[in-house]
């Protein structure tokens, strides 16, 4: 595969190296007034080119990585004992409202465990919903895995083990993860924003997720979690909203791969004819949530 390269006066870099450079200014001094420009001349680019460049190889725009670091940074002083007012201007943050706003965004970043989950401790929780069971599990960083456990396996053996199936699907999703052997309360916030969702209610909290993505899948994930309750898009709808028009096969198996479900809503993407399209947990399910959110 070839290589694309920016030329940049008498060096060229790879896109991936423009995105390193300027991540590693970022995550140095997060509080930094970060212009275009300023972000640009971190990567070694311009900022039209070091925008496709963020895009492509992690789905986000500069700007959006620019607040996770400043997030990251205000959560990380308050845990050490700052006081909050503190906390928000070293992080660069002008005002508290700027803060939560911040807080509030949707918390996608890349998994840091291993393929198979290796290194990961997966903590999870499970409860009813009106589409059936959900299983919720999250490793340190942020909400990792959302299921639908009816469709994982026989309804005989959910109805009666719930949480054996729970704990078969994680081991089958992260082999190699070190996954508890009891539910967890701590997690309670998530399963109630997953059940929420399948009410056609407001998701009640926003937290971190913690999910394995190519940089498409990661772009097409967002464009999802942009679809307002009650509304839905078509595939190529989707396509065009991440730049890429043709890719509409691509964007079908994004949603279908989305290991968050509900939470990150790929229900509400339907054929381009208006027909509700495919859904992992079948098309009544999917009818069913599609119809609830638009009462």
Known sequence: MMTVTQPVGDSAFTREQLVRRACAAVLLRPDVPWTSARLAKAGGTNPVQLQRAFRDVLGLSPRDYVVACRRKKFLDTVKSGERVTDAIYSAGFGSPSRVYDAIRLPGMTPATYGRGGKGAHI?????????????????????????????????????????SAMRRALAAEFPLADIDARPSPALAPMLDAAV?????????????????GTAFQWRVWRALTRIP??????????????????????VARACATNPVALVVPCHRVVAKTGASGGYRWGGAIKKKLLTNEKK
């Open 196 to 212: 929420a969702v399948a009410s056609a209610k407001q998701i009640p909290a926003e937290f971190p997720i913690d999910i394995r």
């Open 123 to 163: 903590r999870w929780m499970s409860g009813n919903s009106p589409v059936g069971h959900v299983c919720v599990a999250a490793t340190e960083r942020g909400l990792c895995f959302v299921q639908i456990v009816d469709r994982l396996v026989g309804v005989g053996e959910q109805a009666a083990l719930p949480e």
């Open 229 to 250: 309750r009650g509304e839905t898009r078509s595939y190529s709808d989707v396509a065009r909203a991440i730049g890429q028009p043709s890719a509409v096969r691509a």
